[in-house]
């Protein structure tokens, strides 16, 4: 008889049985707040403690916490009792993976969708110095719009698992998808052995079958250690040469998640996910260039008052209630410069960085990456405001792509790319309290007493 809560804590339904494991009962939920679907993974206490993994369950949960991207599963709260730990998840409609490639191999536009989604998640996980170790279908998750999502971090391990060499060397993972180097026993990169995972996962995508299989244990190892595999007739020749790459014996010359990237048939794919994007983006391109030799007449720009400035200064900044996060992802500056100068070094500067610019609105610019990054392209407003007729503020603020890359766009080529038409900057560094001191100082100059 299922021994489980109807509700929880006065927040969720509890409903049907989704899956389970040794210490942990997966259940369909619902939130009685907002009808949002989750799922509900309730792990036993008493179970995980006898068998010493309190840390694991620890640490899983603080994998989640930091893994939050668009292709990993997302987790919404932890909650418990004397008896259960509870985690509420992201419900993922779609199932396993391994339930749609168990009906046989994938074409090869779709399997390039769910590698590339697969990756970009890897890729983040290992920024933030998180390993998986355990990637197989089994732990590819799909979504109401069939995106892949990654979960199961059970057996992830932190940068801070490393011993003194730099390496990991608990030995985990599921036997037909284990590296050379854990099946030796030897210390291991978590990198390394995630990319082999993930070329297992490609190879059965586009095949419908596994690279390495036996009956015998023993006899599939040693297929593993050397690497034995062949392609079924019909396997995309650039496919082959990168899966060659990635499911080398030598984990020294095993590609990186990188050079990946660069590889010829996954850049084919994104050329074609991203042909209507750049041809959306190239029209936007022509309208605003429509008149180029003209004189350009001074933009209208959204002004400034001192309440304005006041608001935007740190002890009235309302950013506070969305986080730290949110304070990460601004930065202001203050310039002397005409509002048609700014607007012409800003298009100057994007076009030095490789930056794509086009006009949103008055003032305001969309100035984004060309090329994916690792939570997709990095894209950021430029919007300018006119406080005197000589003093402006640009405020520069994220609303695409990963936050890390995104400060080393603003702090490292940016910024100094800008140097000459700033006058003052404040980004997460800097006080706000400069800024408001600075127009203040400007609106003295040049406002009648």
């Not at 006898?50 to 916490?65: A, P, T, Y």
Request: aromatic content about 8%.
């Amino acid at each position: 008889m299922e021994n489980k809560p109807s509700i929880l804590t006065d927040r969720y339904e509890v409903g049907r049985l989704l899956g389970q494991g040794t210490f942990a009962k997966v259940y369909y939920g619902r939130s009685v707040h907002t009808n949002e679907s989750v799922a509900i993974k309730m792990i036993d206490k008493d179970k995980v403690m006898r068998v010493g993994l309190s840390d694991q369950i620890k640490r899983e949960i603080s994998i989640m916490r930091i893994a939050k991207h668009p292709n990993v599963v997302e987790l919404y709260e932890v909650m418990a009792t004397k008896s259960r730990i509870y985690l509420v998840l992201e419900y993922c409609k779609g199932g396993e993976l391994f339930n749609k490639i168990a009906k046989g191999k994938l074409k090869e536009d779709v399997a390039w969708k769910y590698f590339y989604q697969l990756i970009n998640a890897v890729d983040f996980c290992h920024s933030r110095g998180v390993y998986h170790r355990d990637i197989k279908p089994e732990n590819l998750l799909l979504d109401d719009n069939d995106n892949l999502k990654v979960t199961d971090f059970g057996l992830s391990a932190l940068a801070d698992c490393k011993r003194q060499d730099g390496l990991l060397h608990t030995a985990c993972g599921t036997h037909a998808y284990v590296c050379p180097e854990i099946i030796d026993r030897k210390g291991y990169d978590g990198t390394k052995s995630d990319i082999w995972s993930c070329g297992v996962v490609l190879f059965v995508l586009l095949a419908g079958y596994l690279p390495f299989y036996d009956t015998n244990l023993m006899d599939m190892y040693r297929k593993i250690g050397k690497a034995q595999f062949k392609c079924p007739s019909g396997f995309p020749p650039e496919a082959k040469r990168l899966l060659h790459k990635m499911l080398d014996p030598n984990h020294v010359t095993r590609i990186t998640i990188s050079r990946i990237k660069d590889s010829s048939w996954f850049r084919k794919g994104l050329r074609l996910k991203h042909k209507k994007i750049e041809k959306q983006v190239g029209e936007a391109s022509a309208m605003e260039a429509g008149s180029s030799g003209e004189t350009r007449e001074p933009p209208q720009l959204a002004s400034l008052n001192a309440f304005d400035i006041i608001a935007l200064s740190s002890g009235f900044d309302l950013a506070g209630l969305f986080g730290e996060v949110y304070k990460k992802q601004e930065s202001r500056f203050a310039s002397r410069k005409t509002a048609s100068e700014i607007i012409s070094k800003l298009e100057e500067v994007a076009k030095s960085l490789k930056l794509k610019i086009r006009k949103q609105d008055a003032g305001l610019f969309k100035l984004e990456r060309s090329k994916e990054g690792r939570k997709g392209i990095v894209s950021m407003d430029a919007e300018i405001f006119q406080v005197t007729e000589t003093f402006h503020l640009v405020e520069v603020k994220k609303c695409n792509g990963d936050t890390m890359e995104y400060q080393k766009l603003v702090e490292e080529d940016l910024r100094p790319a800008l140097a000459d038409i700033i006058w003052v900057w404040q980004g997460k560094k800097e006080k706000d309290e400069q800024l408001t001191r600075a127009s203040q100082d400007e609106q003295e100059q040049h406002e009648p007493l």
